[in-house]
């Protein structure tokens, strides 16, 4: 079982407050040193940047819904399923205790995205939020990389902690 903060931004500039992520991982061992994993994973992701540094699929978004004035700042919150599969490498193995580096990749299915405009001045019959209508889909668009350290509760259960990052690969949202 995993849980963890999700702290998302739009590059490495504005973090907010974390969401969550909560899921399950299975994991296979191949042999002493290689596993492979799979899993799914709910998160609820919160970002926000400058509008200036959103770069919408429809190019005449702002023109269509905002009065062509592109908002200050674009606050978003996604509904995110996430199905990662990938390698892990056991670097160090103790009796009871083990450290690893692990590689995934990872596809999203966007269940839920809700972004809030944000504008300097009032901006009437400007829309001020943008609520997508579909699920979409990244099939394995996210490269995960992380360190983990995992202790023994039992010979088949075990108790870790691994920080990661995880990077697009393409434009998400």
């Known amino acids: 079982l995993t849980l963890s903060p999700d702290f998302s931004s739009t590059g490495f500039r504005k973090f907010t407050s974390p969401g969550e992520s909560l899921g399950i991982t299975v994991s296979y061992r191949l042999n002493d040193m290689l596993s492979v994993t799979a899993g799914a994973i709910k998160s ?100 995960n990389f992380s360190v983990g350290y995992e202790r023994s509760i039992s010979k088949q259960l075990f108790f870790g902690i691994s920080p990661y990052i995880k990077i697009p690969m393409t434009d998400i949202g």
């Open 44 to 143: 609820n992701k919160k970002y926000q940047d400058y509008g200036s540094n959103y770069t919408p699929k429809n190019k005449k978004l702002w023109a269509n819904t905002t009065n062509g004035i592109i908002p200050k700042e674009i606050r978003g919150s996604c509904s995110v399923l996430e199905i990662p599969m990938g390698l892990q490498y056991r670097i160090q193995h103790r009796q009871v205790s083990s450290m690893y580096v692990a590689a995934e990749l990872s596809s999203y299915v966007m269940l839920k995205e809700t972004y809030q405009y944000i504008f300097d001045t009032p901006n009437p019959g400007a829309a001020d939020r943008w609520d997508a209508k579909e699920k979409t889909y990244s099939l394995f668009n996210m490269d």
